[in-house]
């Protein structure tokens, strides 16, 4: 690779050192993109002050202890969620621009993209009253509590269809697994990352396999993984996968770059390698 791809890509992480979550949010991240970085910390950050804030309105106790304090949580919580429609924003922006990232996200992108606009929108309508950057007469205690409630009715649907169709939340969910699970412990470890991948498509971008197939998305790392990923659910390998596992691990050079950009610094080669052995075992059950 030339040398201005490698400060491109920033190839530290072919050390293979599995990267903490903190490492993740502010290292690897930015390395990422800028706009990844806020949006991750925009959400993190929001996670927090509305916890917070929903716990101290439902204990009375915890309300009385930050009584006066009201106003810094409401004015973190809204700041935080401005970080979120900034960083989607740029996010949305590599969606459009980059053909890697778009194949790496799938169309998940836009069950993701709708939850999180109807929550920025609801949102945002809350925030411009409460503040009083925005009269609105109709606005009553009673009309912002409601809007309220949506707020956190939004957020739940999320959660359960982001997680069943394996979005944002389920990365989210997936990158703490992944990061306490112990790395010896395959196929498991390598299932749990394939729920993991923050999808950005670098690995992609690099990948030297891809491009010498006139960039056919059979050979994109982060493919042959949901691939896999796939037939290992299923518990049924047909003969013809069990070809298709072995010719993708014939056309892969094990060059290892796809882990050198990777965020999470995933050994692909280890994938491919447990990929090998699970064919051969399936073939050898189908041959007796």
């Known amino acids: 690779m030339a040398k201005s791809k490698e400060s491109v890509y920033r190839l530290s992480s072919l050390k293979m ?3 903490g979550l903190l490492a993740l949010l502010f290292k690897r991240s930015p390395r990422r993109s800028i706009t990844s970085f806020i949006f991750h910390l925009g959400v993190w950050c929001n996670i927090i002050t509305g916890l917070i804030m929903e716990v101290a309105f439902l204990t009375t106790d915890v309300s009385t202890a930050f009584s006066g304090w009201g106003w810094l949580l409401s004015w973190a919580h809204g700041i935080t969620g401005f970080l979120i429609i900034i960083g989607g924003i740029g996010i949305i922006a590599q969606y459009i621009r980059k053909p890697a990232f778009r194949l790496a996200y799938g169309k998940v992108f836009f069950l993701d993209l709708a939850f999180l606009a109807a929550f920025a929108i609801v949102g945002l309508i ?3 009253p409460i503040f009083g950057f ?4 109709s606005f009553t205690p009673t009309s912002i509590k409601w809007l309220g409630t949506l707020h956190m009715i939004i957020i739940y649907v999320w959660i359960v269809a982001s997680l069943i169709a394996g979005g944002a939340i389920r990365h989210a969910v997936a990158t703490i697994a992944w990061r306490v699970i112990n790395p010896a412990s395959k196929p498991t470890g390598l299932m749990v990352f394939a729920d993991a991948c923050g999808k ?3 690995c992609i971008e690099v990948c030297p396999t891809y491009k010498a197939f006139n960039n056919n998305p059979i050979e994109a790392p982060i493919i042959k993984l949901k691939t896999y ?3 290992h659910r299923s518990k049924k390998f047909t003969p013809a996968e069990i070809r298709l596992l072995s010719e993708q ?5 094990q060059c290892n770059l796809c882990a050198g950009v990777c965020p999470f ?3 692909y080669a280890a994938l491919y390698q447990e990929m090998l052995r699970e064919a051969q075992r399936l073939a050898v059950v189908k041959t007796i």
Not at 249 to 253: D, E, K, V, W
């Open 200 to 202: 950005c498509g670098r």
């Open 265 to 267: 610094s995933f050994n």
């Open 249 to 253: 691990l014939a056309t892969c050079t």
């Open 126 to 128: 809350q925030f411009f």
């Open 17 to 19: 050192e599995k990267p």
């Open 134 to 137: 925005l009269s609105i007469k």
């Open 229 to 231: 990923y796939q037939m």
